[in-house]
């Protein structure tokens, strides 16, 4: 599914800045699971996004594909980076987060649930994020790729 999840390019561009804020993934895994399985008729075993909207953990249904900006801080909490701000980018310094809920993190790119425009009209790609050095950028949704679903953020 190369197309935005969203219908039109107003909803595109209305979208954008907030859809990749702390907070938002949630809503960006709902929107996905909206328009591919409710409206679309796809299984959600066949796309990241469904899968962590099923996701069935210890009895709860609040999952979903961290936003861009919820990626950039699970990448810091994951690298024990320590918090300056929500704009500092994760990068490949501190010491690995051994800790509850870090083990199982592999140093590589983790797709989040937020769209990057690529400039081409109608065609978007979804936002990763580097857990080895840290770099932000987007990856076409068809790829293969690492995901980590999560609960509430914040």
């Avoid at 990749?20 to 679309?40: E, F, S, W």
């Amino acid at each position: 599914q190369t197309n935005s999840i969203y219908s039109n390019a107003a909803g595109q561009a209305a979208s954008r800045t907030a859809a990749t804020a702390i907070g938002k993934g949630m809503a960006n895994t709902n929107q996905v699971h909206a328009r591919l399985t409710t409206a679309g008729s796809a299984a959600t075993n066949t796309y990241a996004a469904g899968i962590a909207f099923a996701f069935p953990n210890n009895g709860k249904t609040d999952w979903h594909l961290p936003s861009k900006d919820e990626l950039n801080q699970m990448c810091k909490w994951q690298r024990g980076q320590a918090w300056v701000s929500d704009a500092t980018i994760c990068n490949n310094t501190g010491t690995l987060n051994s800790g509850r809920g870090a083990s199982g993190f592999s140093a590589d790119n983790y797709f989040g649930s937020s769209e990057i425009d690529n400039g081409v009209a109608g065609v978007n790609l979804a936002s990763f994020q580097s857990f080895n050095g840290g770099f932000l950028g987007g990856g076409n949704k068809s790829d293969p790729g690492f995901v980590r679903v999560v609960r509430a953020f914040g």
